[in-house]
């Protein structure tokens, strides 16, 4: 009776999950669709790999300048229709840059203000959709529910569609973009139909607001005093930086260091996510099996190894053994994170802190852009590599004594941090440390 049970339980994880999902699933595809095709749009207009660079940095700078802010109104507003909104405005700058490119118009200064605008969009729409899981799935789902995530992640976002964004850019260069416009709109649809789901708190409407630095910091000030997550945060701020100086001109390595074209180096990129789509399938079991410290640890070891990897290597089939190793560690890492955090972060702050947490993550990203172009010109496409390499080596045996004590600490910090209801509290209290939990670029 009790494995019956557990097997109806584990059936499905609901409709508004689903439907998150289908919408996730839907602007994965244009999302992916464009990895692809913008690095090569940058491409065909300039040769310079510090302008190429500075593209993914134009991008991700917007969580550096308002990640904090767009985090006050993710938890003031309602991430539903918030999700709407910003998705009908992601389609309409994208749909802007397609007809930019289809008009000859385009230019490194017009593809700069469109991502630019997008990345500013993502800071709230990333943001609202990571708060809503948590809210549409019970607390011990959440190891599924976030891997499926990554399943579609990486089966959609980063190997199926940027192929097809490849090929689409050799068809009609403005193609790819409206794809993704069209995308974005049907994606704002499927959150417009999700209706407001039963177990989250309650919020107060009427309560007085602080002014919007008093709530920034009260977000600060949470993620700051729970030592596993201010950990994590500050270790990711620094594997972004350095993974994303090399991926930042990984369309010059690929042309000039390994000789592909533009459907290569789609195919390139597919390889990433055939080991995050492993990885993800993987990530449950990993996490019941290992204790978060081996887990954490491991991750150090395999994102240097991944830069090793890459400096060295010459052939493709190397550099894609390279890229599925680091695919599947990087979907298993994610899983653990993101699992770690919706159990701790209370709804009420979720928004807040979560902007604190992709400030790190995501910023670490766009410093990472706008160093990798300099860095390739100065000592060639592998210098971003063996760079990450040394920085990398340096940080594993900085971070390795304490990620050591986070499976004790997130134990620990847990049930107490989260303002879980006394049931959640028990259940997540009386779990042994290696059941406690389940990278995006995150």
């Given at each position: 009776?009790?494995?019956?049970?557990r097997?109806v339980?584990?059936?499905?994880l609901?409709?508004?999950?689903n439907?998150l999902?289908?919408a996730?699933a839907?602007?994965?595809v244009?999302?992916?669709?464009?990895?692809a095709?913008?690095p090569?749009?940058?491409?065909?207009?300039?040769?310079?790999?510090?302008?190429?660079?500075?593209?993914?940095?134009?991008q991700?700078?917007?969580?550096?300048l308002?990640?904090?802010?767009s985090?006050?109104?993710?938890?003031?507003l309602?991430?539903?229709?918030?999700?709407?909104?910003?998705?009908?405005?992601?389609?309409a700058v994208?749909?802007?840059?397609a007809?930019?490119?289809?008009?000859?118009?385009?230019?490194?200064p017009?593809?700069?203000?469109?991502?630019?605008?997008?990345g500013?969009?993502?800071?709230?729409?990333?943001?609202?959709?990571?708060?809503?899981?948590?809210?549409?799935?019970?607390?011990?789902?959440?190891?599924?529910?976030?891997?499926?995530?990554?399943?579609?992640?990486?089966?959609?976002?980063?190997?199926?569609?940027?192929?097809?964004?490849a090929?689409?850019f050799?068809?009609?260069?403005?193609?790819?973009?409206?794809?993704?416009?069209v995308?974005?709109?049907?994606?704002a649809?499927?959150?417009?139909?999700?209706?407001?789901?039963g177990g989250?708190p309650?919020?107060?409407p009427?309560r007085?607001?602080?002014?919007?630095?008093g709530?920034?910091?009260?977000?600060?000030?949470?993620?700051?005093d729970?030592p596993?997550?201010?950990?994590?945060?500050?270790?990711?701020?620094?594997?972004?930086?350095?993974?994303?100086?090399?991926?930042?001109?990984?369309?010059?390595?690929?042309?000039?260091?390994?000789?592909l074209?533009?459907i290569?180096?789609?195919l390139l990129?597919?390889?990433?996510?055939?080991?995050?789509?492993?990885?993800?399938?993987?990530?449950?079991?990993?996490?019941?099996?290992?204790?978060t410290?081996?887990?954490?640890?491991?991750?150090?070891?395999?994102?240097s190894l991944?830069?090793?990897g890459?400096?060295?290597?010459?052939?493709a089939?190397?550099?894609?053994?390279?890229?599925?190793?680091?695919?599947?560690h990087?979907?298993?890492?994610g899983v653990?994170?993101?699992?770690?955090?919706?159990?701790?972060?209370?709804?009420?702050?979720?928004?807040?802190?979560e902007?604190v947490?992709?400030?790190?993550?995501?910023g670490?990203?766009?410093?990472?852009?706008?160093?990798?172009g300099?860095?390739?010109f100065?000592?060639?496409?592998?210098g971003?590599?063996?760079?990450?390499?040394?920085?990398?080596?340096?940080?594993t045996?900085?971070?390795?004594?304490?990620?050591?004590?986070?499976?004790?600490?997130?134990?620990?910090?847990g049930?107490?941090?989260?303002?879980?209801?006394?049931?959640e509290?028990s259940?997540?209290?009386?779990?042994?440390?290696a059941n406690e939990?389940?990278?995006?670029?995150?």
């Amino acid at each position: 009776m009790r494995r019956e049970g557990r097997r109806v339980g584990r059936a499905g994880l609901g409709r508004p999950f689903n439907t998150l999902w289908a919408a996730t699933a839907v602007s994965n595809v244009g999302d992916g669709i464009v990895k692809a095709a913008a690095p090569l749009l940058v491409a065909s207009v300039t040769d310079s790999p510090a302008l190429i660079g500075w593209a993914v940095f134009v991008q991700q700078s917007p969580w550096l300048l308002f990640s904090l802010v767009s985090g006050v109104y993710v938890d003031r507003l309602d991430r539903r229709r918030l999700i709407v909104v910003i998705n009908l405005l992601r389609g309409a700058v994208i749909g802007g840059l397609a007809l930019a490119v289809w008009g000859d118009a385009v230019s490194v200064p017009v593809i700069y203000v469109a991502g630019f605008l997008l990345g500013t969009c993502e800071t709230l729409g990333d943001n609202a959709s990571a708060a809503l899981i948590p809210a549409t799935v019970r607390s011990e789902d959440l190891p599924r529910a976030n891997a499926r995530m990554q399943v579609v992640l990486y089966v959609v976002n980063h190997f199926s569609a940027p192929p097809l964004g490849a090929a689409l850019f050799v068809v009609a260069a403005a193609l790819p973009f409206g794809v993704n416009a069209v995308t974005f709109a049907l994606a704002a649809l499927l959150i417009s139909t999700l209706r407001e789901t039963g177990g989250t708190p309650a919020r107060e409407p009427a309560r007085e607001r602080q002014r919007v630095r008093g709530e920034i910091a009260e977000g600060v000030r949470w993620l700051w005093d729970q030592p596993t997550i201010r950990m994590i945060s500050v270790t990711l701020a620094l594997m972004n930086i350095t993974l994303v100086a090399g991926f930042s001109v990984l369309v010059l390595y690929a042309r000039d260091r390994l000789g592909l074209g533009e459907i290569g180096y789609g195919l390139l990129l597919s390889a990433t996510a055939a080991g995050g789509l492993l990885g993800a399938l993987c990530a449950v079991r990993l996490s019941e099996r290992f204790r978060t410290s081996t887990l954490l640890r491991a991750a150090l070891v395999l994102e240097s190894l991944t830069h090793l990897g890459l400096a060295l290597a010459h052939a493709a089939w190397l550099v894609t053994s390279v890229l599925v190793m680091f695919g599947a560690h990087n979907a298993v890492f994610g899983v653990v994170v993101r699992t770690l955090r919706q159990r701790m972060v209370p709804d009420a702050l979720r928004g807040r802190v979560e902007s604190v947490f992709m400030m790190f993550s995501m910023g670490g990203s766009a410093l990472g852009a706008l160093i990798g172009g300099p860095i390739a010109f100065a000592l060639g496409v592998t210098g971003p590599f063996w760079i990450a390499f040394a920085v990398m080596t340096a940080l594993t045996l900085v971070a390795w004594r304490p990620f050591g004590r986070a499976t004790a600490e997130a134990a620990r910090g847990g049930p107490t941090a989260s303002g879980n209801t006394g049931r959640e509290a028990s259940r997540d209290g009386d779990e042994p440390p290696a059941n406690e939990l389940s990278r995006d670029l995150g």
